[in-house]
């Protein structure tokens, strides 16, 4: 009976167009919003994305987030790099600057202080330029968003697109001159403030002097033991906060999620996908099912159980569902991909993937509830009633 | 008025109904549509039920196929007594015995001809393939063996009949229920579908239980059962209950 179900379905082309577009629409939505939700969410641990060779964040207890910089005392440094179980241990200056373009313009920027011998943290990507170009003199890499963006140089004529900061193009950052010896590409970050790295000593000269300059240790769990298991061990022998790299961004995002308005803004857009899904699939469906109630009577006098005609609702409810979110899913990754070198957050894992189309079968089925309800609720004698 | 609608003979008996009763509804707006109605129908033979809307034929041919249950009485069908062999049991009886004809022809408009008669097959378990190769055969019996790729909306009415009675037929049940089906069609149609009707009956020793208001047809009834008020008030032949009517006073 299954063909029967299909062809009941497919050839009521305006129902089944209409079904079909109701949930691809609750689809596209609800895994557009919930892209652009987590590429928001990744942009707020786009600095702990870009660092991959450390294992584990050390830090002051009371930092919540990245961005939360409780500067450490150098010698924690040295009691870190103490711990049985650490590799190596590398100091990390993170903080903002604001940098004075040639043109005279003002941009604030994240500026990230790297291990002078070791470049440890460094961008993942060079796009021009070498990591070790950071030793030479007044040397900074500059991120390729931010060279070509908010860092670019302004047109002289109204109108005209800006020039980008390129290699051998000089600014200051807080007085310090300071050249560009290289460009990275990096994930954008939440604020889209453009990314300068340095070396550690250098940076502590950009910025104001304070009395405790270190922002976080990054550490490599030696060969053999679990990064957990060294951050216990930091914990317990310094005080400090030892994350591994994954907890510092589940942190991360859990405190944006906690303290910020993203996921109840993101969550509404989703939750009226679906619902409007829901009411748009539902009601097509169940007129679908109406308009079919006549020949669903004369199955069941013919003898089909309920079990049956419960079978084909069903099939042709997972067949709309599966459609609708194939199409919805594709819209929106055509969508992501044509935005893909804008300022759009968007990203879309396959877990995503799930949960929407586990969101598309629970909108399909509870439409299909209705209909089967219907159905069942049947008596079959109706088809002797004119 | 109760009229005796059993036969003495008890072997060759495909529907018996004893004192069966059926209300719609409760309390002051009940309606008694069957009040205590007795019925054979033989083995081949094909009995109309007869009488003015409202009268109970439609209520009375849904409980002898089993898709109504009554309150009260006795039937067995074949010999099975639905109220003793419960829903389910009922359905699957329902699957393999009985036949259905109805007035609106009731064709899944979304299926092929050949689809649409396949349907009781498919219902029964049989293979897709098997289903259409069967239902094929049976319309090249009606005459409609050219018209198997075609949807029913594309046919005319006698041919959309023909195409019920396909479907009624192609799963080779005992009984087939038929509600009025020539009310939707011209006379010279209506005669061809009673015509392949009776030939069917007749062909495979079925039962046909026809409910009609089309005088036209009554010629082809072996019996025929007039009701009236929820009881058979009158049981005739089918060449007699034509003679009665034409004996029936004409007002000037």
Known sequence: MIPIALKMLFRDTSKFFGIVMGVTLASMVITWQGSIFIGIMSRTVAVISDMGDPDIWVMDPKVQYIDDVKPLITTDLYRVRGVEGVSWASPLYKGMTRARMEDGQFQNCNLLGLEDSTLTGGPPIMVEGRIEDLRRADGVIVDVIGATTRLAKRPREPGAAPTPLKVGDTMELNDHRAVVVGISRNIRTFQSQPVIYTTYSRATTFVPNERKMLSFILVKAAPGVAPAEVCDRIERATGLAAYTRDEFKGRTIDYFLKNTGIPINFGIAVALGFFVGTVITGFMFFSFTVDNLRYFGTLKAMGSGDGRLLGMILIQSLTVSLLGFGLGLGISAGMGAMTKDSALAFLMPWQLLVVALGATIVICMASAMLSIRRVVTLEPAIVFKG | ?252
């Open chain 2, 1 to 252: 008025m109760r009229v005796d609608a059993t036969v003495q003979d008890g072997q060759n008996i495909a529907v018996r109904c004893r004192g069966v009763t059926k209300t719609y509804g409760a309390g002051p707006s009940a309606v008694k549509a069957l009040r205590g109605v007795d019925l054979d129908v033989e083995r081949g033979e094909l009995l109309m039920l007869v009488g003015p809307s409202g009268c109970g034929k439609t209520t009375l041919i849904s409980v002898v196929a089993g898709v109504l249950n009554r309150d009260g009485g006795e039937c067995e069908v074949l010999g099975e007594d639905f109220a003793r062999i419960g829903p389910a049991a009922t359905t699957r009886f329902r699957a393999r015995n009985v036949g259905f004809v109805f007035q609106a022809f009731n064709l899944i408009p979304t299926l092929t001809v050949a689809e649409n008669v396949a349907v009781p097959l498919l219902i029964n378990g049989v293979s897709r393939r098997e289903a259409i190769a069967k239902a094929a055969e049976v319309l090249s019996r009606v005459g409609l063996g050219d018209r198997t790729n075609d949807v029913p909306t594309r046919l005319s009415g006698g041919q959309q009949q023909r195409v019920a009675i396909s479907r009624a037929l192609v799963h080779d049940p005992k009984l087939i229920v038929c509600d009025e089906p020539t009310s939707a069609l011209d006379h010279a149609t209506g005669q061809r579908v009673m015509e392949l009707l009776r030939e069917v009956a007749e062909g495979h020793d079925l039962s046909l239980v026809v409910v009609t208001h089309d005088a036209r047809i009554f010629e082809f009834a072996d019996r025929i059962a007039e009701m009236d008020d929820g009881r058979i008030v009158r049981l005739s032949t089918g060449q007699s209950h034509k003679k009665a009517e034409h004996e029936l006073p004409v007002v000037k």
